[in-house]
């Protein structure tokens, strides 16, 4: 296993692989060397050249941080131990579009029982391939934007959103929060 790190507009990111596929992805820490330490840390890899297919990964992630709507869905990765739910979970967040966003419900239902909203929210705190799987694009209910467990929490989540151009709650009106009586007739 090995890992490289490349720079984005969040700062530097890191990716871990086995072969052609990613088992790992971090997003940047406080400097590059303690992201470096986290992640060789977490995969047990050490520092390598990425080969081709990886490179391609990079490039792509790369792209969408730096604001163009990029499909990830190429990306190859091994989930490894992951629980069989959480590997679903994955699935269907793959499938969230780059510029929009879902909800822990709409997932879990997604997967057949709206109840699991929390366990929703629990495999993507697990999520191993940040970017890749982007749980960033997963929020609670009524646009709340809940727990992110990157360095920079939930700033982290929403600069990410921005950067896609996601928009969060509703669109303001014309004359922005006025209360209604205040408005021009």
């Given amino acids: 296993m090995h890992f490289s790190l490349f720079p984005t507009p969040l700062g530097d990111c890191g990716i871990a692989w086995c072969g052609d596929m990613v088992v790992a992805t971090r997003l940047p820490d406080q400097s590059s060397a303690e992201t470096s330490r986290k992640l060789a840390a977490r995969t047990g890899g050490a520092r390598g050249e990425p080969p081709p297919s990886i490179q391609r990964a990079i490039e792509a992630m790369t792209a969408l941080l730096e604001g163009e709507p ?101 669109a303001p009106g014309l004359f922005g929060d006025l209360p209604l009586a205040t408005k021009p007739q």
Avoid: W
């Fill in 70 to 170: 990029t499909d990830l869905t190429f990306i190859a990765c091994d989930f490894g131990g992951a629980e069989p739910f959480a590997v679903e979970v994955y699935a269907a967040t793959r499938a969230i579009p780059a510029g929009e966003t879902s909800t822990y419900g709409a997932i879990a239902s997604q997967l057949g029982d709206k109840q699991l909203s929390r366990s929703v929210g629990q495999a993507l705190g697990r999520n191993p391939v940040p970017i890749i799987v982007p749980c960033h694009r997963v929020i609670g209910a009524g646009g709340k934007l809940t727990g992110f467990s990157a360095a920079g929490g939930v700033a982290t989540k929403l600069r990410m959103l921005a950067i896609e151009g996601a928009q969060i709650g509703e």
